[in-house]
């Protein structure tokens, strides 16, 4: 709670002065990455809160003040006259660099308002690395090698997928599974705040109840630990939840199509998020469920389709891939996201996690900026013990299966021509494998801005792809399963 206090006063500061939060780290603690590592869930010492709220009360600035200078005064006596330092006038290790004078500038309005802009907030990055790498394909090849495992129960397989982003992935799963289990009716609840990933899931849709019509397909906005039971913690969410049914009639693609189109109305209303005044991530403002299933199969499927406040988990599949922030601490991966999917689990259900692994081409494009620069902070081995350690009890009923690298790690490509990667490498290739490296290591827009004034990223970026003969990534992969009964 004290974390959750100061986060608010420091965004509350910052907006009032129009300073970046990485600038107030670097003057309150010396350390520009302070405010996003409080947000991941770091810890802070006694003193360091002591100093950042020092530092505010000693630094006041009136509300609409243009500057960013700030009086920094290092004689506690009082003795030696105070300088008037600006805030750009800091090495990155803190010592004073000659003084220049403070010059007015506009404050930067995207990275205080929307509390330092994250890399997965921005659907210009998203975008781009969804349709210039194989990941979406080769992530669903990965999830439909799962299904051999599934030992489902009647009436229906029962799918969660923790993050469905644009629908790629799980409409690629939807299609294998309707391969593998072509007459078994299909339970699938999917979870995504972004009203545009939203869009993108349901225009996938309508092929998908025309092949496999026994299909019950569930949206919704809430967070990991309410998703699998569709039901809010808080009794305020509760009393707010917006459930939709939406009954298709028809038989035709076309039909569904023109039907889970013209929801896009409701959508726009009732799909809103803002930002969280503790954590800075995007949270809804209405807990939102939508239920889609056709309206000729609903006698068959009364038994599947969910009833507001009496849904059960009871998951055959659980898909969680990039479901948390790389450098998030191992505890917060664990506790907040992975562990409440595991409890989601039926008897033989399995839950795959997949993340990002480094130690490939596009982590040495990162280096090659930023030299020692490692997102992967924690590997599967060290998420899973974790995990077990959240459950505590309930990990009795469950296997940790890391499995061997050559079965968990896999690669997928950025897709390039031949000819694309040769001695002159066309700009546009160099800024596409560029975005999708820093897509991939979770940089920071606050990050990139000190780097892309001047020409060096595209070198590293085009030294990388010359040496290689293009650019790849690795996931890895890992398997909860628990037992059955």
Request: aromatic share 10%.
């Amino acid at each position: 709670m004290e974390v959750d206090a100061l986060l608010q006063e420091i965004s509350d500061y910052c907006r009032q002065t129009g300073l970046a939060e990485s600038t107030f780290g670097r003057l309150a603690v010396n350390d520009g990455k302070f405010v996003n590592r409080l947000r991941d869930g770091g810890r802070i010492t006694t003193g360091t809160l002591q100093q950042v709220r020092s530092f505010i009360a000693t630094h006041p600035e009136p509300r609409g003040r243009r500057s960013r200078s700030f009086i920094v005064d290092k004689a506690q006596s009082g003795a030696v006259p105070v300088p008037r330092i600006d805030a750009g006038s800091f090495s990155s290790v803190g010592r004073p660099l000659p003084l220049v004078p403070a010059t007015p500038e506009i404050p930067d309005v995207t990275e205080t308002k929307s509390r330092n802009f994250r890399f997965y907030d921005n659907r210009q990055k998203y975008l781009l690395f969804v349709n210039t790498c194989s990941e979406k394909w080769v992530v669903a090849q990965r999830v439909a090698m799962e299904l051999s495992n599934l030992h489902p129960r009647p009436p229906a397989i029962r799918v969660f997928d923790a993050g469905v982003g644009d629908g790629t992935v799980l409409t690629r799963v939807m299609r294998a599974m309707h391969n593998r289990f072509t007459h078994m009716p299909l339970y699938v609840v999917s979870k995504e705040i972004s009203l545009e990933d939203v869009r993108l899931t349901l225009d996938k849709l309508p092929d998908r109840f025309f092949e496999h019509p026994s299909t019950v397909f569930v949206i919704t906005n809430m967070y990991y630990k309410e998703a699998p039971w569709l039901v809010p913690q808080s009794v305020s969410a509760a009393t707010s939840l917006t459930w939709h049914e939406l009954s298709l009639s028809g038989s035709t693609s076309h039909d569904f199509e023109q039907q889970i189109t013209a929801l896009q109305p409701f959508l726009a209303e009732n799909w809103r998020a803002s930002m969280s005044k503790t954590s800075g991530n995007p949270v809804y403002e209405r807990p939102t469920v939508l239920v889609i299933y056709r309206d000729d199969h609903k006698f068959l499927l009364d038994p599947i389709i969910p009833r507001r406040g009496g849904t059960r988990a009871d998951y055959d599949l659980v898909i969680a891939s990039q479901p948390y922030r790389l450098r998030a601490p191992v505890e917060f991966k664990a506790e907040k996201v992975i562990a409440p999917l595991a409890r989601a689990l039926g008897p033989g259900g399995r839950l795959l996690g997949i993340h990002s692994h480094g130690g490939d081409p596009g982590l040495e494009i990162l280096q090659g900026i930023w030299p020692g620069e490692n997102p992967f902070k924690h590997d599967r081995h060290q998420l899973l013990k974790a995990v077990k350690r959240s459950l505590a009890g309930f990990s009795r009923h469950l296997n940790f299966n890391a499995y061997a690298d050559a079965r968990s790690i896999f690669r997928y490509d950025m897709h390039t021509l031949p000819s694309e990667i040769s001695e002159s490498i066309g700009t546009s290739t160099l800024l596409a494998a560029w975005n999708d490296a820093v897509y991939v290591g979770q940089i920071e827009d606050a990050r990139l801005e000190e780097v892309i004034s001047d020409r060096r990223y595209l070198d590293a970026t085009r030294e990388v792809l010359q040496r290689h003969g293009g650019l790849w990534f690795y996931d890895e992969s890992y398997v909860i399963s628990r037992h059955r009964e």
